[in-house]
């Protein structure tokens, strides 16, 4: 059973560019979170999908958007790169209303703008 | 709105010793509390959480972290600690109050690496 893959491992871009991360849950989870880990902080939550949908959002600008396909993979999209959006970013599965289980996180993008 | 403190940076201990890392939280609601490890970079590896009922709950790897109410603490504990646990380790906090509206995230704090040495 593979869990929560995340691609590319490694990225780096130019500011001003835009990128794209992509993420496919552990078999059987439905919702997709992304977090946004700044070295030497705790992991941020930009927004959670799903059923196709943005359900929740963190404090993020609207250059973060994402999407999510009817197989409840996710893509995260960053705009208009800035210096600070370079981070670690994780994804998440978890099953929809199921609070009290825990999230599985992928092994992160690690994203650099210069 | 939720939060997470962890007031240490930084924990050393030396192996065979009992460990400790403080946890303390801030919601609105109810909590649903977690530990994840974090080895460098890597994503994060769930421990354990608590959901209801006992105070003290057992997770992977011997580690346990006991819930305090009413001092809104979730500390992680292990008796014996290895070397191997060296790592970065992560609580998390969801307040019960937002599965309502279908949302789930989790809310982090800074993390504390935890250092055993021989």
């Known amino acids: 059973d593979a869990g929560v893959t995340q691609s590319p491992t490694h990225l780096i871009k130019t500011r001003g560019q835009q990128v794209t991360l992509r993420c496919s849950p552990k078999s059987g989870h439905d919702t997709v979170s992304w977090y946004q880990q700044a070295l030497g902080q705790g992991p941020q939550f930009i927004f959670q999908y799903y059923e196709e949908e943005e359900r929740q959002r963190g404090n993020f600008p609207d250059r973060f958007s994402g999407h999510q396909f009817p197989n409840y993979s996710s893509e995260l999209n960053v705009n208009a790169l800035l210096l600070g959006d370079s981070a670690l970013y994780l994804c998440a599965s978890s099953l929809r209303g199921r609070g009290n289980t825990e999230a599985f996180f992928g092994q992160g993008t690690r994203l650099t703008v210069v | 709105a939720q939060s997470v403190a962890q007031p240490e940076d930084q924990v050393n201990v030396a192996e065979g010793n009992p460990l400790t890392v403080k946890c303390t939280y801030s919601?609105?609601?109810?909590?649903?509390l977690f530990w994840y490890v974090q080895y460098p970079n890597r994503g994060l590896q769930f421990l354990l959480k608590y959901i209801t009922g006992d105070n003290l709950v057992k997770g992977s790897y011997g580690f346990e972290a006991e819930f305090n109410k009413s001092q809104t603490s979730f500390h992680l504990k292990k008796p014996s600690a290895l070397v191997s646990d060296s790592a970065l380790y992560f609580c998390?906090?969801?307040?019960?109050?937002?599965?309502?509206?279908?949302?789930?995230?989790?809310?982090f704090g800074t993390g504390t690496q935890l250092k055993v040495e021989l």
């Open positions: 919601v609105s609601g109810n909590p649903y």
């Open positions: 998390a906090v969801r307040d019960r109050r937002q599965l309502t509206g279908g949302g789930n995230k989790l809310t």
